[in-house]
């Protein structure tokens, strides 16, 4: 295993205190921190302080002044320049961040720098073309007239306050760049709270934020444990939004709390049991190379990925062969390993996870057409798994297991094929794979699902909604349809 040496900054960044970063400023301090591991060997890189009540209610107030201070005097083009030229530093410390990242989340470091750096500076910019293009509209109104009077209504188009971005481990700088970015881009400020499994490049990517010229306060990190701090955070009056992207149970308790806390905006971008539908004309081959994609990116942590796979009944087992080739040949490493294709999971307690549902596969008379056992190696490694499951209610086929899981099974017609794909509380996304278009057109608008790809999975563009249906979520992030999710509509009636 040949692995890249980490750049002398990474390593003058991960031996340094870390803790919050609050009103333009690293905070470092307090009782409880929680260890930051490798997950490709286990070793502990970096250890980072929760944040006290005293650091959340400080995080909040100086996002509240920035927002209704240095932000809010800070015009739409400005503000637009000022996430160009974070995107600008990104680019510059790539390689930094990417390395910071696959240290702390196992994310190959290939995916790391094209992925979440790449990708998050295609969002950022996004967003900073949004910030001069965000206006409501005028309108002649019909409301009676006794004395000649006119009116005229207007409506603006106003940032909501501060937003509280909760982030997983996943996907740990581009989920929290679609949180800020779209925050900051509306004239919001925010306040992130990364996972505590990946606390890390979030503080650094802040830092850059005031290299960049955003002004303190508009941008805070707070870390700490998910279920104090978080909701701390939801709580708190001054927060206005909440936008969270993790599992369906947690989601649905930071909904509440949202709720309950006095009616606050929400997001929530929630897990899924994604499936993929392969019709009877789709080749063998192209059939495994699209399995590859939507099962394995990112060892499945991905929650857009396919857990659930529909090939023909004619082509099951040719599929099957073939793809147990294909597997067996993914050569598994470090994640900074440039050679590896298939990395560690991120953390114990996930691989620990993974590795149940090995077992109620087995429980359950699935059967194992490849994988199935921890990997080896010192990290958090396991082998990249394919299960034929016995029957559509196995638990492989209906619980999100978010890993590099692909349970099959084989449909006799396409009725069966859209019953199986439907037959879920969830519907993040799902993908159709046919050389059809005819076909591929009938069938998308009856997939349940927020986003439905055709001979392709797991692509997102800055332009395209993201969000699910069902139990997958609330809200869209990225496209236009950002914009109603961090703005609020004041109507004005103007009398003359
Ligand atoms: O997620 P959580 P975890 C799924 C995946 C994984 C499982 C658990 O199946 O195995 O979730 O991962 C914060 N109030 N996904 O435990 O708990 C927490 O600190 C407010 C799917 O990491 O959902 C973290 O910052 N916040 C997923 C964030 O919520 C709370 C991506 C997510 O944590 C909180 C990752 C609370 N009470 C995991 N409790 C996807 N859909 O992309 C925790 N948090």
Known sequence: M????LLPEVQVFLGREHGQFIDGRAITGGDVATDVVNPSNRKIIASVHHASPFDVEHAVASAHEAFTGSWRKTSPARRGELLNHLADLMQQHRE???????VSSGKLIGLSRAFEIDYTISFLRYYAGWATKIHGRTMELSLPSA??????????????????GIVPWNFSIMIAAWKFGSALACGCTAVIKPSEFTPLTMLRIAELAIEAGIPAGVLNVVNGNGATVGPALIAHPNVSKVTFTGSVPTGLGVGIAAMQAGL???TLELGGKNPAGFLRDFPV???V???IEAAYLHQGEVCASAERFYVHRSRIDDVLDALRKALSTLKIGSALDESAQFGPLANSSHLAKVMSYFEKAKAESGKFVYGGLAAEGEGFFVQPTAILASSQTDTIMKEEIFGPVASFLPYEDEEELLHYMNDTRFGLTASV????LSKALRLVPSVEAGTVWVNMHNYIDPAMPFGGVKSSGIGREFGEAFIEHFTGLKSVIIRY
């Open 2 to 5: 040949s692995e890249i040496s």
């Open 433 to 436: 794979w046919t050389n059809d």
């Open 96 to 102: 930094e961040l990417a390395q910071i990242e696959s």
């Open 289 to 291: 190379e699209g399995i």
């Open 285 to 287: 081959d192209r059939t």
């Open 147 to 164: 004395h000649d009077e006119r009116y005229t209504g207007l409506t603006l188009r106003q940032p909501l306050g501060v937003v509280a």
């Open 264 to 266: 606050k905006h929400v």
